[in-house]
């Protein structure tokens, strides 16, 4: 059974900084590509960022050069480490593997 458990969400002031992880198992990590998602209230879901087998990383331009996606295959965990967060940065955020969504976890930025 595929498992994706995000973590490390939280309340943090503008122009902060928090890590997530996404834990995942049931699948072979190591050959799976790894992305983060977000969704802010009333919003459609966005994607972030993502990381391929081969290291690759991408970033969606809202994120670009505050955001950095990394995997840990021996661990079989993605982080998603975040800088100077803004209050546009707002959302749930969620891991996605090839075939299933975490249930996400809350960044709440204050002004």
């Known amino acids: 059974q595929v498992q994706l458990a995000e973590s490390g969400g939280g309340l943090v002031q503008a122009g902060g900084s928090l890590r997530l992880s996404c834990a995942a198992s049931?699948?072979?990590?190591?050959?799976?590509?790894m992305h983060w998602y977000r969704q802010a209230p009333g919003r459609e879901r966005e994607w972030v960022a993502s990381?391929?087998?081969?290291?690759?990383?991408t970033y969606a331009d809202s994120v670009k050069g505050r955001f950095t996606i990394s995997r840990d295959d021996d661990k079989s965990t993605v982080g998603l480490q975040m800088n100077s967060l803004s209050i546009e940065d707002t959302a749930v955020y969620c891991c996605?593997?090839?075939?299933?969504w975490g249930r996400g976890t809350q960044v709440t930025v204050a002004s």
């Open positions: 996605r593997s090839p075939i299933e």
């Open positions: 990381i391929y087998v081969t290291g690759e990383t």
């Open positions: 049931g699948f072979v990590f190591r050959r799976s590509d």
